[in-house]
């Protein structure tokens, strides 16, 4: 996997009022989910990065490493943020419809900065049960991934390719079909590129 360059950095951390969203590098639209433009390198971190996962419903203790050989959704929250309860469910609901067609190609991941001091694993694993979460969820308390996608607010949902490639963002709670959508146009694009190029091996044998 080669390594790539930090194209967005991270600003200073502010808290919108009302505990309903935690914002860096000042106020975004929460209106955008266009595709997002190519951040994937790193900051000097490991590549690709190892997250620290906790044992919880759904999530096993060790690590989750992005990215992988499939496709990974990525939701990054906090657990006082109003928005980010909201997108528990949407989020859910999006793998629930995708994970009987992708199976192990599919990683769903959520990640906080909050670490273990400001909020136990105790706490976190109730909270994650209230929410019904029940796929991985981790620590980005270096806040390595949140740097290298230049992650600037919460909740965000991220689709990172095989190669690290982030291919879609989603500031604020976005639908389940959303999601959805932006998870199957990356698995139709492994489609069309192993295609084309068996149909080049075979044009060279033939």
Partial sequence: MRRRELLAGVG????L???TGV??????SFGTDEPAADSDGDDGSEWPIEVETIDARGSDGGT???PNDGVTVVEFFVTGCGMCQAQMPRLAEARSRL???YGDDLTVLSVTYQSADSMPDDELRSWWRTHDGNWAVGRDTTSSLTANYGIAGYPVTIVVDETGKKRWEKLGVGSSDDIVGAVEDVFESFE????????????ATA
């Avoid at 914002?23 to 975004?28: D, E, F």
């Fill in 99 to 101: 994970v009987d067609d």
């Fill in 17 to 19: 009022a009302g505990g």
């Fill in 12 to 15: 200073s951390i502010g808290v």
């Fill in 23 to 28: 914002v860096l590098a000042g106020l975004p």
């Fill in 192 to 203: 069309e590129r192993d295609d084309a190029e068996a149909e080049t091996n075979e044009s």
């Fill in 64 to 66: 989750v490493t992005v």
